[in-house]
């Protein structure tokens, strides 16, 4: 059996790679780059969610959730996913979408079904907490997502990938991913770690938190269609769904309003500053929802896709993947250096800004400043190197430790 640990270093090594096929994207407009951009796409997408996220977000409920006695039975979900996590990492570069990679991508969806009943028959949570509602909720949304890579061959098969349902399909995916499997499953593991230190909430508004935010993600789905003009029920079920996220965060804003003390005694200095950021970047986040509601911005927002993947890189390496430093580094699974996490939002901060200024620009029809790609390269860079640096720096602790 592989330990919590070595599972912890194994999602790293995927956000180190992911991260590094990254820049190799963004030097296309400045050099000659001997691969298919399309495919490295396809690479870095896929490595990105299935390999950094999903790994670390299933090895930490595995470690938080999970019976001791299971430990053997749960290796073979999690070899079997590395399988074909590897399997898509060498084969969408050299194919992208064929033969090896489909298969590939569906055997991962099969061992993500394998992995939530398994949950579900080995958890020990308690079945009445918010903890156990948030993350089986979490998995749910997951498993629901996949609806949209099953669509997707048909589709292919019968419309073709330049129809609108091509695109739906990937946006109903993607939709899930981000806005039901990860942060539901951010907010499970945020209150273990509330239960574990015994911090009261009040559960009137936390049962209305968990059902305003499940109902707005069902909802706010429809955001990701108003780029075809839908009918004008398609606009009402969105404006319902960001209004349900609005009053969410506003019930989650009164929870931590009334445990943030307790929370910054618990955490470090360093920590409950990250975490106060991670905070910022959630109500930004709902913010942009909000904005993509407005008809002239929703049509605005389909034609410059700069704003797309400032939100979604907001989203993945500010919200999603801070929160799971610091979870990571609450619960002991890695050493996280201060130094290197500033390198990392050094990184983050100003690429975002960069991407958000392009986008801007596009719309305006303003032309950007020279060496902007180069910049973007440069900037971007610091997230890699910092990835690699808190990587190398737990590996070289392991070894210290096994030496001891």
Known sequence: MISIKKQILVS???????SSLGILLRLFPVANVNATYKYLVHTHSHIALLGWVYVALTSLIFHLCIKDDVQKKYSRVFWCTQITIIGMLLSFPITGYAVFSIIFSTLFLICSYWFYLFFRKNNTCEKKSYSYKFINTSLLFMVFSSIGPWALGIIMN???NTSHWYKNAIYFYLHFQYNGWFIFCLLGIFLIFIEKNKINIDTKTLSTFYRNLTISCFLTLFLSFLWINPPKYIFVLSTLGVIF???????????????????????????YQLFKFIYVLFIS??????????PYLSTLI???IDFVIGYLHLTFLGLVSLSLFIFL???????????????????????????????????????????????????????????????FQNIVKRRILINK
């Open 12 to 18: 790293l090594f995927y956000f180190l790679i992911a």
């Open 302 to 304: 389909s034609q410059i």
């Open 245 to 271: 996220q609005l009053i969410a965060l506003f019930q989650f804003h009164q929870i931590l309003i009334g445990i943030k003390s307790q929370i910054a005694e618990i955490l470090t200095p360093f920590l």
């Open 158 to 160: 019968t419309l073709g």
């Open 329 to 391: 580094a609450y619960f002991k699974l890695i050493k996280l250096s201060e130094f290197w996490v500033k390198i990392y939002l050094l990184g983050f901060i100003i690429s975002e800004v960069l991407i958000f200024y392009k986008g801007f620009c596009n719309w305006q029809q303003l032309s950007i400043f020279e060496n902007y790609y180069l910049t973007l390269v440069l900037v971007s860079g610091l997230i890699p190197i910092s990835v690699f640096g808190i990587f």
């Open 285 to 294: 986040k709902i913010i942009l929802q909000f904005l993509s509601d407005i």
